[in-house]
C-alpha cells in the first residue's frame, strides 16, 4: 500500500512538472518575437517593467524563461540594467499566481471533468496548427491539463500519506519552522521548480498532513529556492547576467526574510485556524502573495541605489576597460601634463578600437555581445576624454594647447565611428560563410586581410613611428581593391553567380569595412596633431581637411 502511494506520489510530480514544461514551451513559443517587443514597450517605465514582468510571468508560468529572455534583452542593448530589475521584481510577484491558480481552481473542481478534455482539446489544437504558433497554443493547453492530473495525483497521494506519517502535531517553534524553510528550499532545488515545491506544499496542507504555519515555511524555502536556478544558469555568464541574478537573489532573501519574521509572529493563531470555516490553501497563495509584494514595496525606493551597487560589482574586462586610468582632476591645472595624460587614454581608446576592427572584420571569432560591451566601454572614455578637453579649455591656455584640444576630438570621433561600425559587421558574417562564388569568396577574404593589415599600421603604439604616410599609401592601395571588388561583385550578381539579396547585403558589409579603415587612416593621420610641437614629425606639422 505504502508502495503504490509513493508511486502516486512521485507520478504525480513527474506529471506536474510535464504539464508546467508544456504550457511554457508552449506558450513561450506562440509568443515568438512578440515576447521581444513586449519587453521592450513594456519597461518604459520602472512602473510598467514591473507590471510587465508580473503579467509574462503569470502567463508563462516560469519565472526562469522570464529572467533568461530579461538577461539576454540587457546583454543585446535592449533594456537597461534599471529597467530589468524592476522585470524581476514583477517575476517574483508573477510566481505567486500558480499559488492562486492551484487554490482557486486544482482544489475546487473535478479533475477529470477539465483536464483530461484540455489534454484532448489540446492536442486537436495542436495537430490543426501544423506546426504554426496556434500548434504551440494547442500543446500549452495539452500541458494545462496533465498539470491539473498531476496535482490530482498528488492530492490523493498526500491524503493517503497523512494516514501513515502525521506531521500535523510539530510545534510552530522557531527551530521547526526553519526546518520547514529548508525542506521547501531543498525540494526546489531538488526539482528546480518552486511551483512544483508550492504544489507539493498546498497538496500536504489540504491534506492536513502538515499544519499552516509549517506550510507557510515551506511556501517561503521554495520562494528562496528560486535563487538556486539562478545562480547555476549565470556560472561563467556574462556580467549582466550576474548582475541580474544577483538582484534576483537579493530580492528572494529579502523577501524570505519578510515572510519568516510575519510567520514567526503569527504561528501561534495560524495553527489555531478552523480548517472547516477557512480554506487554508487560500491563505497560503495569500500569504504567498503578501510577502513578496512587501519585498517589492521595501526596495523599491532603493532600486536606483541597488542599481548603482550592482554596476559596481562583477565587472568584466571590457567593462573594466571603460574606466579611464590617466585622466585626473587635479592635472587640469597642468595643461600640459593634461595634454599628455590625454593623449595617453587616446591611446588606450585606439588600442581598443583597433582589436575591435580586426575581430569584427576577420569574421572567423567575432563575438556580438564582447564587441558591443567593448562598444560601450569607448562610448564612456570618449565621453570622458570630452568632457577632460572641456575642463582644460577653462583655463588660461597657451595658443599650442587650444589647437591640440579640436584635434583630440576630431580622433575620439573616428574612433567612435570606428568602434561603432564594428558592432554592426556580425550581422553580416553568414553572407561571408555562404558566398557561392568562389572567386568572389577569395576575393573578398583578400579585402578582409588587406584591411586588417592597415588597421595594424594605422594603430597607435608610444614606442614606433606611426608611419601616417605609409598608412595612407596602404588606404589608397585598398581604396583600389574596394573599387574592383565591388565591380566583380556586381559582375557575379549580373551572371547570376550571386543572388541579389547576397549582393545587396555583400556589398553593404564591404561599405562597412571600407569606411571603419578610412576612420581608423584619419587617426593616424592626425595623431601628430595631438603632441607637443616640439616633439612633431615636421612632416607632419600639418594635416589635410578630413572628410566627416
Not at 509513493?6 to 512538472?17: E, N
Not at 561563467?236 to 541574478?245: F, L, Q, V
Not at 580586426?358 to 570622458?384: F, H, M, Y
Request: contains cysteine; neutral net charge; glycine residues 8%.
Amino acid at each position: 500500500m505504502q508502495f503504490t502511494l509513493f508511486g502516486d506520489l512521485v507520478g504525480g510530480i513527474g506529471l506536474f512538472l510535464l504539464g508546467m514544461h508544456l504550457m511554457t514551451q508552449g506558450l513561450r513559443k506562440a509568443a515568438g518575437p512578440s515576447l521581444k517587443q513586449i519587453l521592450r514597450t513594456a519597461t518604459l517605465s520602472r512602473l510598467r517593467g514591473l507590471i510587465s514582468g508580473t503579467l509574462i510571468t503569470a502567463l508563462v508560468q516560469s519565472s526562469s524563461a522570464v529572467t533568461i529572455a530579461t538577461i539576454g534583452f540587457v546583454n543585446a542593448g535592449l533594456l537597461t540594467l534599471a529597467q530589468s530589475v524592476s522585470v524581476i521584481y514583477g517575476c517574483n510577484i508573477g510566481t505567486t499566481m500558480v499559488g492562486w491558480l492551484i487554490a482557486l481552481i486544482g482544489f475546487k473542481i473535478h479533475i477529470s471533468a477539465l483536464a483530461l478534455p484540455l489534454i484532448g482539446g489540446g492536442m486537436l489544437v495542436q495537430l490543426a496548427g501544423r506546426g504554426g504558433r496556434v500548434a504551440h497554443i494547442g500543446f500549452a493547453l495539452a500541458g494545462f491539463g496533465v498539470f491539473f492530473i498531476g496535482l490530482d495525483f498528488l492530492k490523493s497521494a498526500f491524503a493517503g500519506f497523512e494516514q501513515h506519517l502525521d506531521l500535523s502535531t510539530l510545534g510552530s517553534n522557531g527551530l521547526s519552522l526553519l526546518l520547514f524553510v529548508l525542506a521547501g528550499f531543498v525540494l526546489t532545488l531538488l526539482m528546480q521548480s518552486s511551483a512544483a515545491a508550492l504544489a507539493i506544499t498546498l497538496s500536504l496542507t489540504a491534506s492536513g498532513a502538515i499544519p499552516l504555519a509549517a506550510a507557510a515555511a515551506m511556501v517561503i524555502g521554495a520562494n528562496v529556492g528560486t535563487t538556486s536556478t539562478a545562480i547555476l544558469a549565470v556560472i561563467g555568464a556574462t556580467s549582466n547576467a550576474k548582475r541580474i541574478a544577483a538582484a534576483h537573489v537579493l530580492f528572494n532573501l529579502l523577501t524570505g526574510l519578510i515572510g519568516l519574521g510575519l510567520l514567526l509572529l503569527l504561528a501561534p493563531w495560524l495553527n489555531r485556524i478552523d480548517a472547516t470555516r477557512y480554506d487554508l490553501v487560500l491563505l497560503l497563495a495569500l500569504f504567498h502573495s503578501m510577502f513578496n509584494l512587501a519585498g517589492v514595496a521595501l526596495l523599491w525606493p532603493l532600486t536606483d541605489r541597488l542599481v548603482v551597487i550592482l554596476k559596481r560589482r562583477f565587472c568584466s574586462q571590457e567593462e573594466d576597460e571603460g574606466r579611464t586610468r590617466y585622466l585626473d582632476d587635479t592635472l587640469v591645472q597642468m595643461p600640459s601634463l593634461a595634454i599628455e595624460a590625454m593623449a595617453k587614454e587616446l591611446t588606450r581608446v585606439d588600442q581598443i578600437c583597433s582589436r575591435m576592427a580586426r575581430e569584427a572584420i576577420s569574421s572567423n571569432d567575432g563575438n556580438n555581445n564582447r564587441l558591443r560591451a567593448q562598444q560601450q566601454s569607448v562610448d564612456r572614455l570618449v565621453s570622458k576624454i570630452g568632457v577632460f578637453c572641456q575642463r582644460i579649455a577653462e583655463n588660461d591656455i597657451s595658443s599650442e594647447v587650444s589647437g591640440i584640444l579640436p584635434t583630440a576630438l576630431r580622433i575620439t570621433r573616428y574612433l567612435n565611428e570606428v568602434s561603432r561600425l564594428s558592432c554592426l559587421l556580425p550581422g553580416y558574417y553568414d553572407r561571408f560563410d555562404v558566398i557561392a562564388d568562389e572567386a568572389t569568396r577569395r576575393a573578398v577574404h583578400d579585402y578582409q586581410r588587406a584591411s586588417i593589415e592597415l588597421i595594424d599600421a594605422c594603430e597607435i603604439d608610444d614606442s614606433v613611428d606611426q608611419g601616417a604616410d605609409s598608412a595612407h599609401l596602404l588606404l589608397r592601395q585598398l581604396e583600389r581593391q574596394y573599387q574592383n571588388l565591388k565591380s566583380s561583385i556586381l559582375q557575379a550578381a549580373t551572371e547570376r553567380r550571386l543572388s541579389p539579396e547576397d549582393t545587396v547585403q555583400l556589398l553593404d558589409a564591404l561599405s562597412h569595412i571600407h569606411r571603419l579603415a578610412e576612420q581608423a587612416e584619419k587617426v593616424s593621420r592626425y595623431w601628430s596633431g595631438i603632441t607637443p610641437l616640439q616633439h612633431r614629425d615636421p612632416a607632419h606639422t600639418t594635416a589635410a581637411t578630413p572628410t566627416a
